[in-house]
């Protein structure tokens, strides 16, 4: 894989665990109203705290609360979203793709009708009203996310595994008479990777970028589990009175997480294309 | 050509019918709206007045019937909480949403393509390495974020832009439009922009990958050979051919334009429908949402009726399949 693709590639896994270890970096639980300090309330980055000495190295928001710290732990819902809902649909499209590749006649054309359909429909529009009709929630986002992304994986899924369904390893196995699980499963899917994991990663930036979306809009997350996309919503209505620190910096934030996914996909695409391999 | 329009145009039908049942079926789950209509210190007889009135106390396929039968007349209803006929309320709020997605779509097309176009022929220059580079950026930044962004830097900092509305709107064939002055034009630019940014990008990639694609081929490296002239080449053979796939992809993507116009509306109050139906998700105004998405599906059907048929004029090969 490129450089670039590694660097994306380690610089992803260091902020997943950045996520993971949210309680333990952090310097205050942000929604632990107790530890907050309203008087500390919209401090510009750098500013120290009134009474307990520490300093807001990201400034702090409407309820004083430490940038830094709610960012870190609005990572990790994002992140807990986009991982689970992408895992999620990858499973799913992955199995109704293969389906359709394997059976063919009705079974393929029932579910490349419903996948069609789906994606003349743009995913934001679906996610949005699905979440209209359920409100919101972790598990509501998810499945909202599901409900949007997996047609791109059976898509993708059924178009690999009708390539390598032509090929003569799939006939000797056949001809073993292995069972059919056993041949998607064990000989058709690993050959299907590659190209499966630069839609996952592709996915996992739109999984994010959308849910982001979806909280500013309000339809999202509670505010209860703030994750980045609520953060800068929160700091809308103080952009214009200038303190940009409360959208800036979780927006900044996003932006790191999705450019690395994007450049993490750029980079399985390149290995994945024997045609740009050479580049 | 025709026995392939008429097939395209009833499957477009057949697709409209099913999403509007889907759309009634899902809308109709969205809670109870009477809660907000409803003065909360009303007895049960004037509550059950309302309910009759909306037609609210019938079982879902009596609604659904009554929905049908209403489709039919271009009536979806009134709105709950404007009283006034929910499809006359998103067909107002429409020339601003469409016109904020052409305006974003065509600055998508005249930027994207030409650097994608200079991406896949110089890969290599370090020019093509930074808008490479830039896209992909473009291809991660967030529209609401992009948006505040614009709004932060050219409306608070700098001042020079306007940060929400529609401006000065001019009257074009009795419809509102914000190109016609220069008001409308200071409030069109910021908002088209954060929009166009993401397709922008899209379109850069996709170009440059299939010019790639197109000098690798055996027509390109004949007409080499054959002497022609480089600019020639690329602007006659190598054009041509890279247009297949643009079209189709602006095409599909207008769709996706005005479907994220939502999210952009809300940053920049921009008065289409988008904002319209966030601001009708949170009344639980049921028609105004169902009218919302049944146009905007007739406008996606539409649209990939177009696209169809325009990829079927520029590709011989989509024509010659279609008559055998």
């Given at each position: ?28 639980n ?8 309203i ?7 750098g ?61 393929d ?15 934001i ?64 899917l ?37 994750s ?7 700091g ?8 940009y ?20 996909a ?6 994945a ?7 | ?22 759309v009634f ?54 709105s ?17 949403t ?31 390495r ?12 967030p ?14 900092w ?14 074009w ?32 990639r ?34 041509k ?6 079209v189709?992809?602006s ?25 319209l ?26 649209i990939?009726l ?19």
């Amino acid at each position: 894989m490129s450089r670039r693709g590694w660097f994306s590639l380690i610089l992803l896994a260091a902020l997943l665990l950045a996520a993971l270890l949210a309680p333990w970096l952090a310097s205050q639980n942000p929604y632990d109203l107790a530890t907050l300090d309203i008087l500390d309330a919209r401090l510009p980055p750098g500013s120290a705290a009134l009474d307990h000495g520490g300093t807001y190295w990201l400034g702090t928001d409407a309820q004083g609360r430490d940038m830094l710290s709610a960012m870190l732990y609005g990572l990790r819902i994002s992140l807990a979203v986009g991982v689970l809902s992408t895992l999620l649909a990858l499973t799913a499209g992955v199995v109704l793709g293969l389906l359709a590749a394997w059976h063919g006649r009705w079974v393929d054309a029932l579910i490349m009708r419903v996948v069609d359909i789906q994606l003349s429909f743009p995913a934001i529009l679906l996610a949005l009203v699905l979440l209209a009709l359920t409100g919101p929630g972790v598990s509501k986002i998810v499945l909202a996310l599901l409900a949007a992304q997996w047609a791109y994986y059976a898509r993708t899924a059924r178009s690999a595994a009708l390539v390598e369904c032509q090929k003569d390893y799939v006939a000797a196995a056949r001809l073993l008479r292995l069972p059919t699980w056993r041949i998607l499963l064990r000989h058709v899917l690993p050959n299907c990777l590659p190209t499966l994991l630069t839609v996952a990663a592709l996915q996992l930036a739109a999984a994010i970028s959308l849910e982001a979306t979806l909280s500013f809009l309000g339809l999202g997350l509670p505010v209860t589990e703030p994750s980045l996309g609520l953060l800068i919503a929160n700091g809308f209505q103080y952009l214009l009175s200038g303190r940009y620190w409360i959208s800036v910096f979780p927006g900044l934030l996003l932006v790191v997480v999705l450019t690395c996914c994007n450049l993490l996909a750029d980079a399985l695409r390149q290995r994945a294309d024997p045609r740009e391999a050479g580049r | 050509m025709s026995g392939f329009m008429i097939r395209r145009l009833i499957q477009a039908l057949l697709v409209l019918l099913t999403m509007s049942a889907l759309v009634f079926v899902a809308v109709f789950a969205i809670g109870d709206p009477l809660a907000l209509l409803v003065d909360p210190q009303a007895d049960q007889h004037d509550i059950a007045r309302v309910r009759r009135g909306l037609g609210l106390d019938q079982p879902w396929w009596v609604q659904y019937a009554r929905f049908l039968g209403a489709l039919v007349h271009g009536d979806l209803g009134r709105s709950f909480v404007h009283g006034e006929p929910a499809i006359r309320l998103v067909l107002e709020r429409m020339p601003a949403t469409l016109e904020l997605a052409v305006a974003a779509l065509l600055i998508a097309l005249l930027v994207g393509v030409p650097l994608g176009l200079w991406v896949g022929l110089q890969p290599r220059s370090w020019s093509a390495r930074l808008i490479d580079a830039l896209s992909l950026l473009g291809f991660s930044l967030p529209t609401f974020w992009v948006g505040m962004m614009f709004i932060m830097l050219f409306g608070v900092w700098l001042g020079w832009l306007p940060t929400g509305g529609r401006g000065e709107t001019t009257l074009w064939l009795g419809i509102p439009l914000s190109i016609g002055s220069l008001d409308g034009w200071r409030h069109l630019l910021l908002p088209a922009l954060t929009l166009a940014l993401f397709k922008c990008s899209l379109l850069l990639r996709l170009t440059a990958s299939a010019t790639r694609e197109a000098l690798r081929q055996d027509y390109v490296r004949f007409a080499r050979a054959r002497g022609l002239h480089p600019a020639r080449i690329v602007f006659v053979h190598v054009f041509k051919n890279i247009l297949i796939p643009i079209v189709t992809v602006s095409g599909l993507e207008f769709g996706s334009l005005i479907a994220f116009a939502v999210v952009t509306e809300t940053v920049f109050a921009w008065p289409g429908m988008g904002k319209l139906l966030i601001e009708a998700i949170g009344q639980l105004d049921r028609p105004v949402v169902v009218a919302y998405l049944l146009v905007t599906v007739t406008l996606f059907v539409t649209i990939n009726l177009a696209v169809d048929l325009l990829y079927a004029l520029l590709d011989p090969r989509v024509r010659l399949r279609s008559r055998s």
